[in-house]
């Protein structure tokens, strides 16, 4: 039977590469973002393989719905890919502001935490796999960076949650990438790693046999 991966953060970027890249490996791609056009643009050009569900994953009832709905569609999870994250418009903690500091610890902390909550218990049922992006951010200290230290919290987090998954046969795999030209940039960013790499690690990550748990994939510009 083909399996299913839900992703979030879906519309642009690395979501949106991830989601084509693992249709084309054969799997049915859950896709879950705020931009409800954008996002159904992507599922028709993905086609039948691909299901739309509109949501800000920050509210868990809409996370809640979108999972059922995908579970629903279709008949189960064997991957989630915890893609949805953002950084801040004012660098630093003395001249940052907290409010940006709220929705963005929201998204990049809390939606995580409630999406591999929400999604664990069909990954249980199929031994499945729980992909999250952190970020080179995320292992090394930048000065004043408050999106660096979320990124600390997912690395974190990842392994802990491989541990725990392992108890019952599922595995967690941590993607680390340094700068990627996506949307999260006011500028294209051409020499820098491009989001069908990122999309390339999460395929490989889920390929990899049982005897395999990849627990990181650390990702740098080449060249």
Known sequence: MTKTLLITGASTGIGAA????????????????????TLEDLAGDIGEQALA???????????????????AHFGGLDAVYA???KGTSTPGIEQGDPDDW???IHLNVLAVLTTAHATLPHLRKTRGHFVVTGSKAGRDH????????????????A????????????????IT????DTPFFDEPKPDKIQPDDVAN???????????????????????
């Open 142 to 157: 930048m000065k004043g960076s408050v999106y660096g230290a979320t990124k600390w919290f997912v690395q974190g987090f």
């Open 53 to 71: 569900l509109p949501c800000d994953v920050t509210r868990r009832d809409e996370l809640d719905e979108a999972v059922a709905q995908a579970v």
């Open 83 to 85: 893609n949805a994250g």
């Open 18 to 37: 991830t989601a084509r890249a693992a249709a084309q490996a054969g799997w049915n791609v859950a896709l879950l973002a705020r931009s409800k056009d």
């Open 201 to 223: 690690a999460v395929v490989f990550a889920l390929s990899q046999p049982r005897s395999a748990d990849v627990r990181e994939i650390h990702i740098m510009p080449g060249g």
């Open 177 to 180: 990438p340094g700068m990627v």
């Open 159 to 174: 392994g802990n949650l491989a541990e725990e998954m392992r108890e019952w046969g599922g595995r967690c795999t941590l």
């Open 102 to 104: 709220h929705a963005m």
